[in-house]
Structure formats: structure tokens, C-alpha cells
């Protein structure tokens, strides 16, 4: 995908996760939704634009492309405290190059070249680039969804099982 395409993705991914992170249920928790869509906008809008720093230096999508630079980013907030939601825009901006566009990305670089994709995408000049896209991140967003309300009630079920309950 192209630059504008990881920063639509970002802001459709950073309103949707505001919301299902914060729903304003009532009038008086839409402030607080806001602010949870702005908190995570920032952030996850960097770090879908980080990978793309290669086109300066390297060889685009396998220098910052990568495993390693998604796991450096993800570990990086547990040990200095911020940068939390910057992981997410690095996967998302991942996810939309396998997804979305036809040439896909070299996870495991530098140990391989080899370049991952899946049949789903469309050449980045593509007219229906923006609709790939849109529809990159709803599937995004359902996926957060389940983990943030299926996920914890799955884990509560198997704990009851557990010590049978």
C-alpha cells in the first residue's frame, strides 16, 4: 500500500479501537471515547508509517519490514513505559502490505529475502486500493474486538473449568 492507504488504515483502526476500547453507551462518555481514539491515534499513526522509513535507506519492505522490528517495538513500552499503541500501527502497517497490495513484505529479514503475501491484494495503484484498504481494517478491527471481549471471557471459562466449576 501506499503512504496515504497505512495512514487511512490507522486513523479507521485508531477511531474503531477508541471505540470498542471506550463505547460511549450515552452522550456524557463521548468525551471519554474521544480521548481514547485521540490516545491511540498518535501513536498507532507512527508507527504505521515507521516501516516505510526504508524507502531512504535499505531495500524497501524487508529492512524495516520485519519480525524483528515488529518484536523490538512491541517489547520496547515494557521496559521504557511508552510508545504502547506504536507496536499496533507497526503490525497493522504489516498487515495491509501482505493483505492489501500484491507484492507483500519479508517477514524474516535479514535471515531470508524471501517475500510474503497474501492473494488478496491489489497493485498499490490500484483504483481499488482505498476500498482494499477500508476493507483490510475492518477485518483488523473485528479481529481486536473478539480478543478485547471473546478472549477474556474464553480465559475465564477455562479457568472455572479448571478448578472445576
Partial sequence: MNKKGHVLNAVLLSIGLGYILEPATELAAVPATLE??????????LGAMVPDIDTAFGKHRKTLHNLPL????????????????????VLTHYVLDMAGSRRGIALFYPL??????LPTGVPVSSRYATIVTVLVTGV??????????????????????????
Fill in 36 to 45: 481514547t481514539m485521540v490516545m491511540i491515534a498518535v501513536p498507532v499513526t
Fill in 70 to 89: 515488529l518484536l523490538a517495538f512491541f517489547v520496547f513500552p515494557l521496559h521504557f513505559g511508552n510508545l504502547e499503541f506504536v507496536w499496533i500501527g
Fill in 112 to 117: 531470508s529475502s524471501t517475500e510474503y503475501d
Fill in 140 to 165: 483488523e478491527l473485528i479481529l481486536a474486538a473478539a480478543i478485547v471481549f471473546d478472549v477474556p471471557r474464553w480465559g475465564l471459562e477455562v479457568g472455572r473449568q479448571a478448578i472445576g466449576m
